[in-house]
T-cell receptor
Framework: EAGVAQSPRYKIIEKRQSVAFWCNPI?????LYWYQQILGQGPKLLIQ????????DSQLPKDRFSAERLKGVDSTLKIQPAKLEDSAVYLC???????????????FGEGSWLTVV | AQTVTQSQPEMSVQEAETVTLSCTYD???????LFWYKQPPSRQMILVIR??????QNATENRFSVNFQKAAKSFSLKISDSQLGDAAMYFC????????FGAGTTVTVRA
């Protein structure tokens, strides 16, 4: 079974530039998550999709971050304009919802490393 | 919002010995799940063990076991017979409808 795929793996941009990250979840997984992990901290949920609808985006900085999940499969996370404090690993994850949202095993991708200079 | 606290930033263990990582959480819910995730330097999060709050029996996965104290809101992870491959960052996580992580504990294994 193929895992969660993310690209690009690494990106370096200047502040005020834009960047986009792509995620392809495990086939058949209805729920998709984007997490931000700053060095030395635990991952923080940015947005959670159920199929192509947003379940939770309470911690997404909507003035500069946007995310979409068209057709309920792939997802794109965009940052525009980027700030220095956006330097982090952006982790995409997915789950199948077989046991209900709370008990799902969530499978993570390898992450997209962003450095803003 | 639920909070997850890991009070040990770093832990060191001798190979073949046992180490215990602590985790406490805050919630008003009665039904939830708790997890321990391992994150090696590659940054990919790997599920180690899962505990359902309504189950009193502590979860076990091979050399990994938990001590779940629901009343105390405590969820510690014990790694027995530590191996060099266990070296990683370990995150405690809580989920009712959203998965929230603690700050993590770095585990180093001494040969």
């Amino acid at each position: 079974e193929a895992g969660v795929a993310q690209s690009p793996r690494y990106k370096i941009i200047e502040k005020r530039q834009s960047v986009a990250f792509w995620c392809n979840p495990i086939s058949g997984h209805a729920t998709l998550y984007w997490y931000q992990q700053i060095l030395g901290q635990g991952p923080k949920l940015l947005i959670q999709f159920q199929n192509n609808g947003v379940v939770d985006d309470s911690q997404l900085p909507k003035d500069r971050f946007s995310a979409e999940r068209l057709k309920g499969v792939d997802s794109t996370l965009k940052i525009q304009p980027a700030k220095l404090e956006d330097s982090a690993v952006y982790l995409c994850a997915s789950s199948s919802d077989e046991t209900g949202v709370a008990g799902n095993t969530i499978y993570f991708g390898e992450g997209s490393w962003l450095t803003v200079v | 919002a639920q909070t997850v606290t890991q009070s040990q930033p770093e832990m060191s263990v001798q190979e073949a010995e046992t180490v215990t990582l602590s985790c406490t959480y805050d919630t008003s819910e009665s039904d939830y799940y708790l997890f321990w995730y391992k994150q090696p330097p590659s940054r990919q999060m790997i599920l180690v063990i899962r505990q359902e709050a309504y189950k009193q029996q502590n979860a076990t996965e091979n050399r990994f076991s938990v001590n779940f104290q629901k009343a105390a809101k405590s969820f510690s992870l014990k790694i027995s017979d530590s191996q060099l491959g266990d070296a990683a960052m370990y995150f405690c996580a809580y989920s009712d409808y959203k998965l929230s992580f603690g700050a993590g504990t770095t585990v180093t294994v001494r040969a």
